[in-house]
């Protein structure tokens, strides 16, 4: 240990994570704080890290208010249905109001956008989304944090946030280590700004072995996003509400691009529209729901997988039909060149051509996120405007820690950001932070130094655990006193497979299940304090693991927590298996004791601010 060098670095502005929302976050804290000194701490290199890493074919979130496209309000009352009424509006709303400046300063910046040749404007792929060229989409927003901060740290991991020694519940910084030199990073700052995306690899996915690492959802999104400030005692919100994505089989390519601008559609192996077949028994479960339009997300993974289940697979896109017109041929192809290559290569390998034949879809394993057709993530404060007493703490993002804050993936209750909103709500973070510092909430913070050594210990002993222990070894990867982190991300994803929804039961779990699940969870927890390190890049995965535990029972507390089926297609609870809108119409909110680390867990009402009077009111 002594052998690892500290560096030290204080800020005004810290953010952990330069994705998309921290690229914003770092952009947006200087225009506001011209003097302040602003620090982006990122796990890879921001030029091509999170979930946009490799471009994108579309902006998933456009209003077009200046041609009255849509209006903020029809964006919350989109998001309220897919999510089946439960979304925080005024989170959504304040996201939806200020995301065309964003896109705006995206195409000034440099980003291909596609134009409709007769209107003008952006060229529209659905309602809400707008076709780009978006292969250097990340590398353009990299390039206009890197010119906002004072300093970008690439490959430094962050494992925890510090407090403030002197008043409880303040934030204080955060500390890491650097994944290529080993050295551990301390970041002292008033203000931290979490934007670590969101969490795969936490359910067991449909390709291992040979194919391990190939998912939907970026297999480096850990879920520090949760378990940081889970582990400092900040509330969580709708951690049940995990993702299933209906996708080409194999690859993950996109399929909204074919949907939306293909026409293409779906249709079981004896070539009929499924979809209608289960509407009766939908209903069933969630009444009026499946009558809505568009509809939701969650009910339409539900009929492909009622389908599969009832012998009805394997479900296909049908393709052939667009495809013999060149330019949607065309289309289709560049749709994954620019953001998930991988898909035309699965394709080559199984000689299918679109044009010929069908290809395949598949559901996904669940993830855990706050920005797209899920709202997962930290329970915050809403703008002062908008939001209701109990949804308002005085600063905008701001988590139930004084001075932390978050945006992106990591905040919870407002679905369909994607990029674009994610970008956005890290400005407005980034804002909420700078007001934070100019009305001296953040005065006199101490961060001691046997905080940051006592860190220092932790985060290293799985490098200690592991040289003591491969003494013992007698073969191949076997320890008797440690385990590796490969080996502990396997078990947790069979954890979280069998007993809390995924793949292996069909998404269906009950309260028994999740009891054994708990139980489960907890063990490993003890046994991670025995991973083994062998190298810094090993350290990662122990640590990556370790978040990965945390979000993971904080998903299973609130699936137990919520005794209905709200969602289904994304998980089921066999034990509870309608939506029960008397009891449950509400948001769940969780809060893990640092001390103890017992979850407790309640219910807040869930406001209809647009719309008010139509819409059910709060439980
Ligand atoms: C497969 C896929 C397809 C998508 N397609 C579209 C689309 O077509 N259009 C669209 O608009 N949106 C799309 N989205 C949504 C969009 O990518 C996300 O909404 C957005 O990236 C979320 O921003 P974020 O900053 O929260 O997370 P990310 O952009 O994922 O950024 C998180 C960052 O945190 C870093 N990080 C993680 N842990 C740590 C740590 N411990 N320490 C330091 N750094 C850390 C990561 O390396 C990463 O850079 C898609 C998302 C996925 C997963």
């Known amino acids: 240990m002594a052998k690892v060098k500290t560096h030290f670095e204080e800020s005004d502005v810290l953010i952990v994570g330069g994705g998309m929302a921290g690229t914003g976050a770092t952009f947006e804290a200087r225009h506001w704080g011209r003097d302040l000194k602003i620090v982006c701490v990122e796990k890879a290199n921001i030029d091509r890290s999170g ?23 029809d964006h919350v009352r989109y998001a309220r249905n897919d999510l089946m009424g439960m979304v925080r509006e005024d989170l959504g709303y304040d996201m939806a109001r200020h995301v065309d400046s964003t ?86 700052a ?34 520090s996003a949760y378990a940081l400030p889970i582990s400092v005692g900040a509330k969580m919100t709708q951690m049940e509400n995990r993702i299933v994505l209906c996708r080409f089989k194999d690859g993950y390519g996109p399929v909204g691009a074919y949907f939306l601008h293909l026409k293409t559609y779906t249709q079981n192996a004896n070539g009929e529209n499924y979809e209608k077949k289960w509407y009766d028994h939908t209903k069933e479960l969630v009444g009026e729901y499946i009558d809505h339009h568009p509809t939701p997300t969650c009910l339409r993974n539900h009929a492909f997988i009622q389908e599969v289940m009832a012998g009805g697979g394997p479900i296909h896109m049908v393709t052939k039909e667009a495809f013999q017109d060149p330019h949607l041929e065309t289309v289709g192809w560049e749709n994954f ?84 909103g994610s970008f956005t709500e890290g400005r407005l973070a980034a ?22 050594s006592d860190l220092k210990e932790t985060i290293y002993k799985p490098l200690e655990n592991y040289t003591v222990g491969r003494n013992e070894i007698t073969g191949g990867t076997v320890s008797p006193s440690y385990i590796s982190p490969i080996q502990g991300l396997q078990r947790l994803q069979r954890i979280m497979d069998e007993y809390v929804g995924g793949i292996a039961t069909n ?49 299973t507390e609130h699936t137990k927590f919520r005794e209905e089926t709200r969602w289904p297609g994304y998980y089921y609870r066999g034990d509870h298996l309608k939506l029960d809108d008397k009891n449950w119409h509400c948001l769940t909110v969780s809060r893990r004791d640092p001390k103890t680390k017992e979850f407790t867990m309640e219910k807040v009402p869930v406001y209809h601010i647009v719309d008010e009077k139509k819409e059910k009111k709060a439980s």
């Not at 931290?192 to 939907?216: C, D, L, N, Q």
């Not at 932070?433 to 130094?449: F, L, P, Q, T, W």
């Open 337 to 420: 060149l620019g953001m998930t290559v991988g898909q035309a290569v699965v394709w080559a390998s199984q000689n299918i051509d679109p044009k010929y034949t069908n290809p395949e879809l598949t559901t996904s394993e669940p993830y855990v996120m706050g920005s797209h057709a899920t709202c997962s993530g930290a329970w915050v404060s809403g703008p002062e405007d908008l939001s209701p007493p109990e949804y308002f703490w005085g600063y905008n993002r701001m988590l139930t820690v004084d001075g932390l804050f978050g945006a992106g993936d990591t905040v919870g209750g407002s679905a369909h950001k994607f990029s674009s």
């Open 431 to 452: 804002k909420a932070a700078v007001k934070y510092i100019e009305d001296k909430k953040a005065e006199g913070i101490k961060v001691s130094d046997k905080q940051c």
């Open 507 to 555: 998404y269906m779990t009950n309260e028994n299940m999740l009891n054994r699940g708990l139980e489960l969870l907890k063990w490993l927890e003890e046994d991670l304090e025995h991973v083994g390190a062998e190298d810094y890049h090993q350290l990662m995965r122990a640590w990556e693991l370790k978040h990965r535990t945390i979000t993971s029972q904080c998903v």
């Open 190 to 223: 008033k203000t931290v700004i979490v934007a670590a995306g969101g969490a795969s690899h936490i359910f067991k996915p449909r390709a291992v072995g040979e194919g391990m690492g190939r998912t939907w959802y970026a297999p480096w999104s850990n879920g």
């Open 103 to 188: 896109v705006h300063m995206f195409d000034e910046w440099g980003l291909p956008m596609m134009k409709n040749e007769k209107t003008g404007r952006y060229l529209r792929e659905g309602k809400w989304q707008i076709m780009i060229h978006g292969e250097s989409y990340k590398p353009i927003v990299a390039e206009a944090a890197k010119k906002s901060a004072d300093k970008i740290y690439n490959r430094i991991m962050i494992t925890h946030l510090l407090m403030d020694d002197e008043k409880e519940n303040r934030i204080g910084g955060a500390v890491g280590f650097n994944m290529r030199t080993g050295d551990y990073h301390v970041f002292r």
């Open 51 to 73: 979930a946009v890493a490799q471009g994108l074919y579309a902006i998933n979130c456009y209003m077009g208010m200046q041609w009255n496209e849509n209006q903020p309000e």
